[in-house]
């Protein structure tokens, strides 16, 4: 299974970059809020990398 | 004009592998949980099939007594026939399953492709078989080995399920944070919140555990645990959607044992009814393995 990174939502912007489009959101409400959002249109799966940085999977 | 069809001498033992032939597809070709071949057209389809086959199997024998040899050449053709029976089914299943919520997956489809071919070869079985028994001990033996080759086709409808090779046991469901949990069997990250609320409310969880090292590379398979997905979902429903991912029921494996640890998303959760389920999951023929079978692996793998 081969899984692309289609976006990248962080609280924590010093610790992010690179090719996939990044969404920083200042509370974890709101970047839980964008990530569900992202979800249901592109989708594809919301997972947790660490506390700050959820990234939106495409598998397959 | 009936009694010149009646002084035919191969009259009686064409019909009666013709009849044969014909029960013996109508009592293999059943509709179950599963849905398939559907209802009405789907059937028609392969009540007609098993007619040809039928009289292809009872022209067989006739044909070389009469010494009609190129006659056999038929069953070549007939064949040819059935094993697009085989291409027509994995066309129409793989195409459906594009737009399945729980995909049965390929090597379930090629079962089940294979299934209808090989069923056509036992009606032209059954067939061949009753002819060939009325011109050699009349009518009544016909319908014996009519009637036996009909048990022996039956005995090789159903396969084996899973409940042979493996123990299943319910399990709970844990979410951790990101992590999901069934049992001990890491299954995946689920970054949503409300996803892992759901997951917590409607997740069931099973452990299938292999009862011998044959078992435990053949519930290794993909496609096997795929069935397992698949069937579980016709039967007990699936809570999920188009368009979320978060909520897809997965088959993870540890690695240690052998063992599987599958999460379920059921409409009803009822864990005893699940268990149920896939205990009766089939083995898939294509996925099935013997490594204790070998010289070399006489030790435990």
């Known amino acids: 299974m081969t899984g692309t990174i289609l976006a990248v939502i962080t609280v924590n912007k010093e610790r992010i970059a690179g090719g996939a489009p990044i969404f920083i959101e200042s509370t974890h409400e709101s970047m839980q809020q964008t990530a569900f959002t992202l ?20 598998h397959k | 004009m009936f009694k010149e069809l009646l002084a035919n001498e191969f009259v009686v033992p064409l019909t009666i592998g013709f009849v044969f032939g014909i ?5 293999l070709l059943r509709t179950d949980y599963r849905q398939y071949p559907t209802y009405p057209h789907g059937k028609i389809i392969h009540v007609s099939l098993g007619v040809i086959a039928s009289a292809l199997g009872a022209l067989a ?29 994995r ?3 793989t195409e459906i399953d594009k737009q399945e919520l729980v995909p049965r997956g390929g090597p379930y489809i090629e079962g089940i ?11 032209i079985f059954t067939s061949l078989v009753a002819t060939t028994a009325t011109i050699l ?39 951790e944070g990101k992590d999901l949990y069934v049992g ?16 917590r409310e409607h997740g069931v969880g099973f452990i299938v555990s292999p009862k011998d090292a044959n078992a435990k590379v053949t519930i290794a398979h993909p496609g096997q645990r795929q069935a397992i997905l698949h069937d579980v979902a016709t039967q007990l429903g699936v809570y999920t959607d188009t368009g979320e991912p978060s909520l897809t029921p997965l088959v993870k494996r540890d690695l240690q044992s052998g063992r599987l640890g599958v999460f379920l998303l059921p409409q009803e959760k009822d864990a005893e009814h699940g268990k149920q389920v896939i205990d009766a999951v089939p083995i898939l023929e294509s996925v099935f393995r013997m490594p204790q079978k070998t010289k070399l692996a006489k030790k435990e793998l």
Request: net charge neutral; charged share 20%.
């Open chain 1, 39 to 58: 979800e249901k249109i592109l989708d594809a799966m919301v997972h947790e990398v660490s506390k700050d940085t959820l990234i939106i999977v495409r």
């Open chain 2, 91 to 93: 066309t129409t299943l």
């Open chain 2, 137 to 175: 001990f009349n009518w009544w033996g016909g319908i014996i080995a009519g009637v036996i080759a009909l048990l022996i086709s039956r005995k090789l409808r159903s396969g084996k399920t899973l409940s042979l090779i493996a123990e299943t046991s319910p399990a709970e469901v844990r979410v």
């Open chain 2, 23 to 27: 029960m013996c597809r109508i009592n």
């Open chain 2, 113 to 123: 492709a294979m299934v209808f071919e090989g069923r056509n070869y036992m009606v």
């Open chain 2, 184 to 199: 001990d069997i890491y299954i995946m990250n689920v970054g949503l919140e409300d996803a892992q609320n759901i997951i």
């Open chain 2, 61 to 89: 024998v006739p044909a070389l007594l009469k010494e009609n040899y190129t006659a056999v050449t038929f069953l070549t053709v007939a064949a040819q026939q059935f094993r697009d029976v085989r291409n027509m089914e």
